[in-house]
T-cell receptor, first 111, second 114 residues
Framework: EDQVTQSPEALRLQEGESSSLNCSYT??????LFWYRQDPGKGPEFLFT???AGEEKEKERLKATLTKKESFLHITAPKPEDSATYLC????????????FGQGTTLQVKP | DSGVTQTPKHLITATGQRVTLRCSPR?????VYWYQQSLDQGLQFLIQ???????AKGNILERFSAQQFPDLHSELNLSSLELGDSALYFC?????????????FGPGTRLTVL
């Protein structure tokens, strides 16, 4: 069964303190791995798509990487406005367009 | 702003009632997806439509149904509501039905069943 596990569940950082969020996945043929950001009570906001192991993508203070078993979202010198829940999702070759989401990592960045 | 719109933003109703949630996809997108987000289950896929036809079903209850209209907007109908149906309901859209298309999410409808 396709599955996505994110860790840690919650992360508290000081402003400027870099860290990484983990997304481990088990899928029958990865079609794509997606990262979203979600603010409380809002819809998920698309960040990145990764398709194959070794791929990396960057956007401002965020960098996403992908291996055959997991993905990391690296946050460099975070600011308070980076506080949000970060969701990882996968699409597998055994399913249609549905996204299978992890439970998310809630990040709090203190000034 | 993703370009996906959902109405209403909030809905409060009683058990046993029926409600309809509405979604308009981004301009040009042909696929619409519905997801349910509850505190204990996270984001769960319900159903996908592509250009008016049902493409995929997740763990959608028989009390729930959806459709996509010729103008591509979609409606999710929830009937015989139970307390456990209280959740955030999100609509997402993508350009086509290719599996690797990025899905863009709307702001959601918060359903409260009393």
């Amino acid at each position: 069964e396709d599955q996505v596990t994110q860790s840690p569940e919650a992360l508290r950082l000081q402003e400027g303190e870099s860290s990484s969020l983990n997304c481990s996945y088990t899928v029958s043929g990865l079609r794509g791995l997606f990262w979203y950001r979600q603010d409380p009570g809002k819809g998920p906001e698309f960040l990145f798509t990764l398709y194959s192991a070794g791929e990396e993508k960057e956007k401002e203070r965020l960098k996403a990487t992908l291996t055959k078993k997991e993905s990391f979202l690296h946050i460099t010198a975070p600011k308070p406005e980076d506080s949000a829940t970060y969701l990882c999702a996968v699409q597998s070759s055994s399913n249609t367009g549905k996204l299978i989401f992890g439970q998310g990592t809630t990040l709090q960045v203190k000034p | 702003d993703s370009g996906v719109t959902q109405t209403p933003k909030h809905l409060i109703t009683a058990t046993g009632q029926r409600v309809t949630l509405r979604c308009s996809p981004r301009s040009g997108d042909l696929s619409v997806y519905w997801y349910q987000q509850s505190l204990d289950q996270g984001l769960q896929f319900l159903i996908q439509y592509y250009n008016g036809e049902e493409r995929a079903k997740g763990n959608i209850l028989e009390r729930f149904s959806a459709q996509q209209f010729p103008d591509l907007h979609s409606e999710l109908n929830l009937s015989s509501l139970e307390l456990g149906d209280s959740a955030l309901y999100f609509c997402a859209s993508s350009e086509s039905d290719r599996r690797t298309d990025t899905q863009y999410f709307g702001p959601g409808t918060r359903l409260t069943v009393l």
